[in-house]
């Protein structure tokens, strides 16, 4: 797949996930500086998303996906994955009030971007 960042083209790192295969496990941090593997939310339904918070339209995707989430049951965890220090996603998920969404960070061991495929080489951000 040929993806492009202002018209340039870029490299993906790792392996794309395509339909059908086994999620690949990873460590991610959370807004406390834990570890957080998608194995530990074994048996739960998760959505992954991977939005930089810093930008317009992923502020509005996350808003959105917090409002769509109190309609989901308490079964369902959102999980908003990127490369922003965890400092920056809680302050911002305090200013937005985002209380249903979990936001993780991929900048420590980058394991999510590389095991799905998403991290651009170029950048050091994931795709989405």
Known sequence: M???????PITL???????GDTAPDFTV???????????????KRVFLTVPSIDTSVCDTEVRR??????????????????MDLPF??????????????KTVSDYKDREFGN??????????LLSR
Do not use: H, M
């Open 65 to 82: 996906f917090n409002q769509e989430a109190t309609k989901l049951g308490e079964d369902v965890t959102i999980y908003t994955i990127s």
């Open 29 to 43: 941090v959370d807004n406390d500086l834990n570890p957080l593997k998608l194995s530990d939310t074994k048996g």
């Open 13 to 19: 790192k790792g392996t794309q996930v395509k339909v």
């Open 115 to 124: 095991n799905y495929g998403v991290y651009i080489n170029e950048l050091g």
């Open 88 to 101: 920056a996603q809680g302050r911002w998920c305090g200013g937005a009030g985002i209380d249903r969404v």
């Open 2 to 8: 040929k993806v492009t960042f202002q018209g340039n």
